[in-house]
């Protein structure tokens, strides 16, 4: 081993310990606030990174989908109750943000020319999807079951997590992805 090969040694160790420190202080902070051990938290970091896959090769992300589905789910949910508690006026903000905000991210995907766009614009692009679902499968997943024990949680987000692994690989496929360098 020269020189050169430790100093790239020690940079892949320093990058890789960074990835697992910021990991460990999410992991941390969720269950600080939440109670809840956010096992799929890997998936959301996935998603990431195969939705940016996606748009370099310029198809439009099947995340795309499970944002718009979710987002339907969350604003019938919340409109459900908007209704119940007699607060019409958030029906329009319930709407708009949940279904309105993945419909233009829809057609903003579909009408620009993604292969050609700046890897600085595709990265925010595939932020753009995949950032929103952390909050609503919250709304969907967890918060109805908020007061439940840390166990029913450690459960529910095990489910959670065996079901992003499944949708991850019908919308990415089994084989490997990787981005340009």
Excluded: C
């Amino acid at each position: 081993m020269d020189f050169q090969i430790a100093l790239l040694l020690a940079q892949d160790g320093i990058t890789n310990g960074a990835i697992y420190a910021l990991l460990a202080l999410a992991l941390v902070l969720v269950f600080a606030v939440t109670r809840v051990i956010f096992i799929p938290q890997g998936e959301f970091v996935a998603y990431g990174a195969l939705t940016l896959v996606m748009i370099q090769a310029g198809t439009v992300p099947a995340t795309l989908w499970l944002l718009l589905g979710a987002g339907v789910l969350a604003a019938a949910v919340d409109a459900r109750g908007a209704l119940h508690s007699g607060q019409k006026g958030r029906l329009a903000g319930v709407l708009a943000w949940n279904v309105g905000y993945p419909v233009v991210l829809a057609a903003l995907l579909y009408l620009l020319p993604l292969t050609t766009l700046a890897l600085p614009l595709q990265v925010l692009l595939a932020l753009l999807v995949v950032v929103p679902m952390g909050p609503l499968m919250y709304r969907l997943i967890y918060q109805p079951i908020a007061a439940a024990p840390v166990l029913i949680l450690l459960i529910v987000s095990v489910a959670v997590h065996v079901g992003m692994v499944g949708l991850g690989l019908l919308f990415f496929g089994a084989e490997g992805s990787r981005t340009p360098p």
